[in-house]
């Protein structure tokens, strides 16, 4: 072959290699989304356990460990999708730490 293109390293183009990143960015759209739904889904979840745990008038059942551990997950998974940009993973982890600072916070 003495077609320069190739010679470069060049690789030819198709209209089906060419669609190939559009559907991959299309999945990672839908992929995003139900990342969020489902993520907002365990926000509501916890939030249950906030408005629990601020109603109650005796103490606490919750273990500050358990709510301190789940603050620092939620924080490192705030900033891993801060640092790689994923919206799911920014979205839900903001509003699951917010709550968990709620706990962190319920009358003791």
Same mark, same amino acid.
């Given at each position: 072959?003495?077609?320069? !293109?190739?010679? +470069?390293?060049?690789? &030819?183009? /198709?209209?089906?290699?060419?669609?190939?990143? $559009?559907?991959?960015?299309? %999945?990672?759209?839908?992929?995003?989304?139900?990342?969020?739904?489902?993520?907002?889904?365990?926000?509501?979840?916890?939030?249950?356990?906030?408005? !629990?745990?601020? +109603?109650?008038?005796? &103490?606490? /059942?919750?273990?500050?460990?358990?709510?301190? $551990?789940?603050?620092?997950? %939620?924080?490192?998974?705030?900033?891993?999708?801060?640092?790689?940009?994923?919206?799911?993973?920014?979205?839900?982890?903001?509003?699951?730490?917010?709550?968990?600072?709620?706990?962190?916070?319920?009358?003791?």
């Amino acid at each position: 072959m003495n077609d320069s !293109s190739h010679a +470069q390293g060049a690789q &030819p183009t /198709s209209s089906a290699s060419a669609a190939a990143p $559009a559907r991959q960015r299309l %999945f990672e759209k839908y992929w995003d989304r139900a990342g969020v739904l489902i993520g907002l889904l365990g926000c509501l979840a916890q939030s249950t356990q906030v408005i !629990s745990e601020w +109603q109650r008038s005796g &103490p606490s /059942s919750l273990l500050l460990p358990f709510v301190v $551990a789940y603050w620092l997950s %939620f924080a490192f998974w705030l900033a891993y999708g801060l640092f790689f940009k994923r919206t799911a993973i920014i979205v839900t982890n903001s509003i699951a730490l917010l709550l968990q600072t709620a706990l962190l916070l319920a009358p003791r």
